[in-house]
């Protein structure tokens, strides 16, 4: 779990990933020496902060999102959503500006409309522009991992597990998931043009729910705001049964992943979104069970041998 | 009318088109050898579950959908919205699971928060994800036609209807219009860098309201939430003057179609909404006169062949 | 500013942009042989109702959008709005349907669920789908100039402005902007594909809010409803600083650009908005400062060379 927790460390809010991109292609290249495969390595000038991995002849990708949700400063300390974060008051905040290091505090605050406004408390202005994240913390027992930015960190971390033994496949790490999308549509475009790739699994984590809870399994998403096709679900579904592997059906109406954006790009792609799931959404507090995280690293192993 | 009546039958909600593609390709295999010209048939791997018809030499494509809106179990019987159906409580609902078909009725009730959740009154638990959609009931008179899934059901029907005399041009039916589109992008995508085909004509039903009403002739939109180019439409509304068809000018803020989704895919295509107007729209008593059906096929044979 | 007050006096709402189109390419004819240097002029089937001139070998283009707000006539002479236009009852407006000239006076009431429904004033009925956009009225000082419109016949004046001595670079006039895009797609796609053109300049209006005050030099936007990516946005800052063009950098919640469709798009580009700022946002009465349009010309003029 050192990955995991160097990933929830590393400051990349949704616009600003380029510090995971280094880390993460540092990562990759003092390590692949030990995976089973080595892929080929895509990423710079036509791909903005976006990473892709392309392993063997392969026929699905994985995709893993790199941003998180957080604050940019907007005037006199004001700030202002990157995606959607739901820290309460009192939430510790960090990043950097001009002056240096900020390590402030969430300040939450009705307006006279009783809309919830927001405030860093600092002891200084700090610069406009600058972005905050929730300052990790990250916790560890024979249960539970728990952190800020699980979502994704831990669906980034397990397309690398996955990624240590691929034969055929493609790893994609992505970035705006949380703000909207904006990199999906020209990776599924690179993906489906030269490889002929067009079927996809979101890496991605999910929420404790009356129907999904903890130490069930990994869950497949059946839908969210998006539907996945049927007939690919079915087929995933079908895999699921026969590994063995603990999963659980997830149905709900809300949220979306990098599946919606794939499914709004001018490319014929399936998707179907497969993680663990969490307590404490968007939050500092994060909180995976470990069998699950287990049954996802799993179930992803198995798919991409299978599907 | 027989052939309107099947596919309104057929349980197609967005995201499970796939029934009805293959009724469909069925359907056009056996009867297309009476159709004035035959056309190349384009479908499966890299189209998904849409189906394009190619007739000649194409320069403008008409679009119906195939799915219709419905719900998706959730946990516990709950129920949650494939698009927006409309339908009281009291519907019938029909569908299969694991254990067998499902036939079923909605109860609707409000939650703490005064808004509406939607249950299915079964003798037991429903498989999660199963999909359920109104039972047909069609009812046919002098005047009207009636049944769920009019829309568009009666759009594909009217497309099926053009393609038997069809000399020059593209029918293609897409997908998941009903739940934020997802197949119109590449569907643009072939048309317009394998076809150069950049017009389209959305076969689609519309609504009876204080500006359109039954009995008036075919609806010809010059905008809803979306708003076609108005070169294009001034074309389409010179020439349907010139027809003579009974036609109405639709002018409404809202509601939208694949019209949306061409208009925001990176092809510089043209469309214009046109189809009969319903009364009850998404539920399970769409009402349709029979003099706007006829007008609706009348001037999409005459736009085909002068646009 | 001439050519400024031509600009803000032609009618041209989203959807109806052709009357511009018409206006630029003739403009543009009459007067490139003053410019430093001739651009290539792309227009015509391929691009709707668009314009592209490319100049020299570009990496950078410059974005500006040729549509602005307005009014559809509905039934009975109500008014479905194009894009989000904010007059107040009284505002005069202009259009021209099969009878005439239109020159008529917005009302604005409120209806059963305190929703404000808006209506032309005028002694006969409007043609169905006729667009009324603000009647030109514009003012000019020695410290502002104010008519509707400068959001963004401003942004296109500035285009212009620079595109007169601009050696290397690409400059875009847009189409539906204001109402939900849909011409951005495509010439993202021909400038990724076919000049490699993957940096944006979204030259466009921005607001005077506590942040952001007239006469204090052009904004750039570190942020709106969509986020840049920051490598280039810090690219951009730092060449800002380098330049001594008087500048403030904006952070804003609300409000996007086609820098938020550029984002979208299936293409990697980079996007940043900088505009002067007005008062009176959507109103007959944008208001703007003539030194932060002076501003404004000269970044465009700096980045175009050094980015």
Redo the contacts between chains.
């Keep these: 779990m050192k990955l995991l927790k160097q990933l929830c460390e590393i400051h990349a809010p949704?616009?600003?990933e380029?510090k995971m991109t280094d880390f993460l292609l540092d990562y990759i290249k003092n390590n692949q020496r030990s995976w089973k495969n080595q892929p080929e390595i895509i990423s710079g000038d036509?791909?903005?902060?976006c990473i892709v991995l392309v392993f063997g002849k392969p026929t699905t990708a994985i995709f893993a999102h790199m941003d998180s949700v957080g604050y940019?400063?907007?005037?006199k300390n004001n700030l202002?959503?990157?995606g959607g974060p739901s820290a309460k008051k009192g939430a510790k905040l960090v990043g950097e500006d001009s002056k240096g290091k900020v390590d402030c505090t969430l300040l939450a605050e009705e307006d006279e409309h009783q809309f919830l406004t927001f405030t860093a408390d600092f002891d200084r202005e700090i610069d406009?522009?600058t972005?905050l994240t929730f300052k990790p913390d990250f916790r560890e027992d024979d249960d539970f991992v728990q952190c800020s930015y699980m979502d994704d960190r831990l669906g980034m971390w397990n397309a690398i597990k996955v990624a240590e033994s691929l034969e055929n496949g493609v790893v994609s790490f992505s970035?705006?998931e949380e703000?909207?999308?904006?990199?999906v549509?020209?990776l599924?475009?690179y993906l489906y043009e030269q490889l002929n790739v067009?079927q996809a699994l979101i890496s991605d984590i999910t929420w404790v729910t009356?129907?999904i809870q903890h130490n069930k399994g990994v869950a497949i998403s059946?839908?969210d705001?998006?539907?996945?096709?049927?007939?690919y679900?079915n087929r995933i579904i079908d895999l699921a049964k026969e590994s063995k592997i603990p999963f659980q059906?997830?149905?709900?109406?809300a949220g979306g992943s990098d599946g919606?954006s794939l499914?709004?790009?001018?490319?014929?792609f399936?998707w179907c979104f497969i993680g663990a799931p969490e307590d404490n959404v968007h939050t500092p507090d994060e909180k995976v069970h470990k069998n699950d995280i287990k049954a996802m690293v799993d179930i992803y192993q198995y798919l991409m041998k299978h599907l």
């Design positions: 949704a616009g600003s380029y036509n791909f903005q902060d940019t400063v907007g005037y202002i959503k990157i406009r522009g972005t970035t705006w703000h909207g999308g904006g990199s549509g020209y599924a475009k067009k009356e129907g059946m839908r705001s998006g539907i996945p096709r049927r007939t679900l059906l997830e149905v709900e109406s919606n499914q709004r790009s001018p490319y014929p399936d």
